[in-house]
């Protein structure tokens, strides 16, 4: 096998104790910084890009694809533990993660977490060493009229996701939906919701929002719990997963491999669409739905292994063709192009020590990922015994730093304060913020697209039919948008025939 | 094993002087003792987010003029608002030399036409420093339009898309000057930024974009996208084979320009010594070879120089969309 060559001469360059070490500490520090919101991959990239510039290129890109990846774990550990998503594509993590972590089942969730990011990461690099040339075009063939269909599918997983009562988490998406329109308008310049404030020009964030509706609200909403009830300390039970989590878990992984895989090459939201899909998926699969949102582990498994196996893929589009599909990316090809490295097509022909000795770091990070994170998912539960009275001010500090370091501003503060009030009063009416922030995420990538696709159709709807990948996505739309009803009428069929008197067992569970 | 650490609380002992130093600094400085300039770190606003070309403009030039006052010039990013956010908070701060803003010409000479009178930001506040650099815009086209001139462009009778980095950009302008001045039919998409104008160039979802050229070079060098016309006064340097739309005969000098500025009063030996700093770090091999590997085009010229040009070039741009009736937004 003569193409394996370079491949296995990429291991060659990982295993350089140099190359060893800078993966290491990129790993390190993207796990630091993913555990505080606001402070993404993105701007620690930009700022530690300096000390790259005296090094290798390949041992620069293997210490900055290690903070990325790092970071997408340290995200899931404020997730699970404090209510904290620093990432759209960890939203989904926190419906079952943190419910698991009161339940005292934090250890569980995060190392199933870690065990599923390793495998997801795993098999992603697995797909992007043999079908990086491949599936590299399916990049390009995602036009407008095709996100906007993404994003329709999506906003209606939103709907499945979750848990509770379908009207109100109706009304929070909506809400959600509204936020999303603030800002200047970017195809008309026309001001939205600004109220003349600068700060408000470019819409608001996604950690304010997040952080204030899921830290801010539920640490409220616990003090008022305190005063009622004397506070309990979590017990910290089983630390470990057990085999019947793991085996509970294997399905989900699996599938949640696969989605993140292809959903990642998708420049512009394919991780949080992955992740959502992969917890819609589950749910629609589990004989018991009504569990998840009550600490079902696959609805964290399946979600964490898909962002992660996204993030991994999301170098593809990077690497084949020189497309940057998120911020992180972006910044990693200026550092390349820093270093005298031009990625896309050539660099697999040009530079193939470079290209494989970062796809093989990849394997070599998500092994040391996993040699961290299983020993300290022990260290990071004990944070739960830590008294609310404690536990409280630290996380609302995360938070409040975090918001400040998106743009280093105090506008940002007083949005996760504002939000966190919002957050703590629709706990008390019984509103999920999951849809809210989710429908929010998904909004401004549904009417930009929209919009766009209209521009590049002329006007004609029927452009969205006779594009072969749109049509399948809205097909596939009006299938899970229908099944519910058709599944009810054609049970309600079924049993009427029977006429047995077992038809408790039928749930309209959409 | 000691030694190590008493050398470390000599560190903190000495940080912490610095920063009372700095404290009284803040206070008095402004009027007396501008002489011992800079008494402290100097602070470089970025109106972008962490990693676009013009923050990395800026922590080049930071780390240089950190170097040569011997002080620390940390750079802080403010996205907002183009960049308007930070240029009016950096206007807002002390004239004491300590606070700095990377300005992008555009805020200046194309986003006024584009937002209401309030939010538009003038030179008037700022004392410039220095001019740095020049970004210039090329139209690229997609392999499948089958378009490589501008000439293909006009014979077309298909309504082409032409995508932009956004509303009130340079991209935005230079393309709409140029459509309405050759008058080719065409519709205008918006994306966010480069990177997505570019990818849908790529995949033929529109089949021409202008955009930066540091962002297209490596699509156009893979013969990915095919490079149509570039929008400087003068034929860029790395794209030597490229016409300009003055050289086919339309007036559309758009391009990226970048500078150094700070809030207005800067005391005269304080300027003095932060040009100093400046036209020492732009000497510097290190930022030459900057400039070339991001594709950029030196333009240091004085900070009069670029106050005259930038304005001379905003008002040259409001009469040219009066004159052809384009109208950038719905303001």
């Known amino acids: ?510 | 094993m000691n030694f190590p650490r008493r050398r470390a609380v000599l560190g903190v002992t000495a940080a912490s002087a610095l920063l009372a130093l700095t404290a009284c600094g803040g206070n008095v400085g402004s009027d007396s003792s501008s002489g011992d300039f800079p008494s402290g770190p100097i602070t470089l606003t970025v109106g972008q987010a962490a990693g676009g070309s013009t923050d990395l403009i800026a922590r080049t030039m930071g780390a240089g003029i950190s170097d040569q006052l011997g002080v620390p010039v940390p750079v802080v990013n403010k996205p907002g608002a183009n960049g308007a956010l930070a240029t009016k908070e950096v206007a807002a701060m002390p004239a004491d030399g300590s606070n700095l803003i990377l300005l992008n010409a555009s805020l200046i000479t194309i986003t006024p036409l584009a937002v209401s009178e309030d939010e538009t930001v003038t030179l008037d506040n700022l004392d410039v420093i220095k001019g740095l650099s020049q970004d210039d815009y090329v139209m690229v086209a997609s392999k499948e339009s089958g378009i490589t001139s501008l000439d293909d462009l006009k014979k077309s009778t298909k309504t082409l898309t032409f995508g932009t980095t956004g509303v009130g950009t340079g991209s935005q302008l230079a393309q709409a000057l140029l459509l309405a001045q050759a008058d080719i039919k065409g519709t205008e998409v918006p994306f966010d930024s480069g990177s997505p104008a570019l990818t849908a160039v790529m995949g033929n979802q529109v089949q021409l974009s202008t955009i930066q050229l540091g962002e297209a070079k490596p699509q156009i060098d893979a013969g990915k996208v095919v490079p149509v016309v570039v929008f400087s006064d003068e034929r860029n340097t790395f794209l030597p084979d490229v016409p300009t739309a003055l050289e086919e005969g339309y007036d559309v000098p758009v391009s990226q320009y970048r500078a150094l500025a700070a809030p207005k009063g800067l005391p005269e030996d304080v300027k003095a010594k932060l040009v100093d700093a400046v036209d020492k770090t732009l000497a510097e091999d290190s930022t030459k070879a900057f400039n070339e590997k991001n594709l950029l085009t030196p333009k240091e010229i004085s900070g009069e120089e670029v106050v005259k040009q930038w304005n001379d070039l905003a008002t040259k741009y409001k009469d040219l969309t009066e004159e052809y009736d384009i109208e950038l937004s719905s303001k």
């Open chain 1, 1 to 510: 096998m003569d193409s394996l060559q370079p491949v296995l001469d990429g291991f060659g360059v990982v295993l350089d104790p140099t190359n060893l070490l800078y993966c290491l500490i990129g790993v390190v520090i993207g796990m630091l910084i993913g555990v505080l919101p606001g402070l993404g991959p993105a701007a620690t990239i930009a700022i530690l890009l300096p000390l790259t510039y005296g090094v290798e290129p390949v041992t620069a890109i293997i210490m900055l694809a290690g903070i990325f990846y790092g970071a997408q774990y340290g995200g899931t550990i404020t997730s699970v533990l404090l209510r904290l998503p620093g990432e759209a594509s960890s939203v989904v993590t926190v419906f079952d993660g943190y419910v698991m972590a009161k339940q005292g089942r934090a250890g569980t969730a995060l190392g199933i977490a870690a065990i599923g990011s390793f495998i997801g990461g795993t098999v992603s690099i697995i797909g992007l060493t043999f079908l990086a040339p491949v599936v590299a075009g399916f990049a390009l063939d995602f036009g407008p009229p095709e996100y906007t269909a993404l994003a329709l599918l999506g906003i209606l997983l939103v709907a499945t996701i979750s848990g509770g009562s379908k009207i109100k988490a109706l009304i929070a998406a909506a809400f959600g939906l509204l936020l999303a329109t603030t800002g200047r308008d970017i195809f008309t310049g026309a001001e939205r919701f600004t109220f003349g404030n600068l700060g408000m020009a470019d819409g608001i964030d996604f950690v304010p929002i997040a952080m204030g509706l899921f830290g801010v609200g539920e640490i409220l909403y616990n003090l008022e719990e305190r005063h009622r009830a004397a506070a309990v300390p979590v017990k910290v039970a089983n630390v470990w997963p057990s085999r019947a989590d793991l085996k509970q878990s294997t399905g989900a992984i699996g599938r949640g491999s696969v989605l993140g895989f292809f959903l990642g090459i998708l420049p512009g939201g394919g991780a949080t669409i992955s992740s959502m899909a992969a917890y819609a998926v589950e749910k629609k699969r589990a004989k018991d739905p009504s569990r998840f949102g009550r600490g079902a582990v696959e609805g964290v498994a399946g979600p964490e292994t898909a962002n992660n196996a996204a993030a991994t893929s999301s170098f593809i589009p990077l690497l084949t063709l020189g497309i940057p599909a998120n911020a992180t990316m972006a910044i990693i090809f200026g550092a390349l192009l820093i270093q005298g490295v031009t990625p896309g097509p050539q660099l697999i022909a040009n530079d193939p020590e470079l290209f494989w000795g970062v796809v093989n770091s990849m394997y070599i990070g998500n092994i040391l990922l996993l040699i961290m994170a299983i020993p300290l998912v022990g260290v990071f539960v004990r944070i739960l015994r830590v008294r609310g009275a404690i536990l409280a001010p630290i996380t609302a500090l995360i938070t409040l730093l975090g918001s400040y370091t998106i743009r280093n501003s105090m506008f940002d503060v007083l949005l996760v304060v504002i939000f966190g009030a919002v957050g703590y009063l629709m706990k008390k009416f019984g509103f999920e913020p999951g849809p809210l922030v989710l429908a929010f995420v998904l909004g401004s990538l549904l009417e930009s697209n929209l919009r766009r696709s209209l521009l590049v159709l002329g006007g004609d709807v029927g452009g969205f039919f006779t594009r072969p990948i749109s049509a399948t996505l809205l097909v596939i739309f009006v299938v899970v948008a229908l099944w519910p009803m058709v599944k009810a009428a054609f049970d309600r069929r079924k049993s009427s025939r029977h006429e047995t008197s077992d038809n408790q067992e039928v749930k309209e569970n959409a």
